[in-house]
Structures are given as C-alpha cells and as structure tokens.
C-alpha cells in the first residue's frame, strides 16, 4: 500500500480505463496531485468498423466469457432459454470442474433446455468470433462487488468489465443485471434487469426490430468515442511531453 501510494503521488501521469473508474478515485480518495494528471485510457479501442453479422433470421442470445458459478449467475439465463425456446442460446465458454460445470449441467437438465449452446472444451478465438457475429444480443450477470484481499473492487466503478468493450468490438446491445454501471456512452445502450421476468419482458421488447437498431446506432456512436483514432488525438499531447 505504501509503494503504491509513494509511486502515486510522484507520478507525473496516472492512467486510468475509464471516466467512471476516474470520477470513483476523485470520489474515494483524496489525491495529492492534480486532476490534469490523471487520464483516461480505455482498457481496449476499436476501429470504428464493426463486423458484419452473418444471422439475419435466428435470434441468438450469447453470454460470453470465463464460465464459473464464483463470478457469474446464470440462473436467469437459462430461464430465458426455457422461456423462449424459438431462441437460440450460447453460453460461450468452457465448462470446466471446479467452476461450476456439474451444478450449470444440473441445472439445464432441470429447466429441460435444449435451445443452449455450451463447450467442454476450450473456445477457439475463430468459434468465439463467429458466435459473437451471429449475436442479437449479448447477456452478462455477475455480482458487481468483488474482493481482492482487504481491497472491494466495484465493476463499472473501480473495474471495469469486458462486457463493455464486446459490444464497442461487435456493436451489439446487452441485457445486464441493473446494478452494474456501464462506461460512458455506453449506458444508453445498456439494458438492466431486477429478475427473471423483468430480465424477459425486456429481452422481448430489445428485440424489437426498430428498438434493436436504435441500440445498435448508439453503440455505433459509441464506437467513435471509443476508436483509436480519437484517443489518439486526446492522448497525444501527454504522450509528447513524456517523449521529448
């Protein structure tokens, strides 16, 4: 903690991912340097070119990402899979002992799904991305407050989630659970959900054609924000300083 706090305050710049994650540390602690060093540098930029989505006809709900019980919820997810067997879902991750793979079985065999994509073994970056492609929209519930040792990290405050950045790189909306905080920009095109039910009357009404374009069309504006190129153009005078 003391070696954090020394380098801290005798940084000449402080990076951080992102203006929520910025507006928390201004919040939580009392910095000894000014505002003007600290800079937001998103954990990932796009190129402002999303790709193509190959499913035009099937809806495809995909959850994607590390699949373990200790960090994430499914429950939900697959009771909208039963609900709504005309869909398609995608757990996209491998199923592995010890995170949860028997209890996520169990629980499948019970809700008797069988719309539910899942792996045993690892997801290749090529699968991973044509799952992603054929997405209409993407799911994530996990506890937004975790611990690292003695330190709480809040997800969409003091850390950020992949969530995010998936649907900056595909530009699809997501269902999420309502206590996470999306990076800026982002949150318009964010949609949360208190349970169950609320999580399927909402995943009814995003997938109405007009409403799903005008979350598309955000993300797209997001994504403008977000790409290399703007960034490029904010950062360049902080990175000069430190070059010459």
């Known amino acids: 903690y003391m070696l954090r706090k020394k380098l801290r305050n005798s940084a000449k710049y402080i990076?951080?991912?992102?203006?929520n994650m910025l507006y928390e540390v201004k919040q939580r602690y009392a910095l000894s340097q000014s505002v003007e060093k600290i800079h937001v540098m998103p954990f990932a930029l796009c190129t402002n070119k999303h790709p193509q989505h190959s499913n035009k006809n099937k809806i495809v709900i995909v959850y994607p990402g590390t699949v373990s019980i200790k960090r994430k919820k499914y429950n939900t997810f697959f009771k909208l899979?039963?609900?709504?067997?005309?869909?398609?879902f995608v757990l996209l991750g491998q199923l592995k002992e010890g995170d949860g793979k028997e209890e996520i079985l169990a629980k499948i065999a019970e809700y008797q799904i069988n719309?539910?994509?899942i792996y045993f073994d690892f997801v290749p970056s090529e699968e991973f991305e044509?799952?992603?492609?054929?997405?209409?929209?993407l799911f994530?519930?996990?506890?937004?407050?975790?611990?690292?040792g003695k330190t709480t990290e809040i997800y969409g405050k003091t850390?950020?989630?992949?969530?995010?950045?998936?649907?900056?790189?595909?530009?699809?909306?997501?269902?999420?659970?309502?206590?996470?905080?999306?990076?800026?920009?982002?949150?318009?095109?964010?949609?949360?959900?208190?349970?169950?039910?609320?999580?399927?009357?909402?995943l009814i009404r995003i997938l109405d054609p007009s409403i799903r374009?005008?979350?598309?069309?955000?993300?797209?504006?997001a994504s403008r924000y977000y790409s290399i190129e703007n960034f490029a153009q904010r950062l360049r005078p902080v990175v000069n300083s430190i070059i010459y």
Do not use: H
Not at 81 to 88: G, I, L
Not at 163 to 187: C, D
């Open 81 to 88: 899979a039963q609900k709504n067997k005309n869909m398609e």
């Open 213 to 221: 374009q005008d979350l598309i069309d955000r993300i797209t504006e």
């Open 130 to 137: 044509r799952q992603m492609n054929r997405a209409s929209l």
């Open 115 to 117: 719309n539910i994509k």
């Open 159 to 202: 850390k950020d989630s992949g969530i995010s950045y998936l649907m900056l790189r595909y530009g699809v909306p997501a269902l999420t659970n309502e206590e996470f905080t999306n990076i800026p920009k982002l949150g318009e095109c964010t949609i949360g959900f208190s349970n169950s039910e609320d999580a399927n009357t909402k």
């Open 15 to 19: 990076f951080l991912n992102s203006y």
């Open 140 to 148: 994530s519930d996990f506890p937004v407050e975790i611990e690292f």
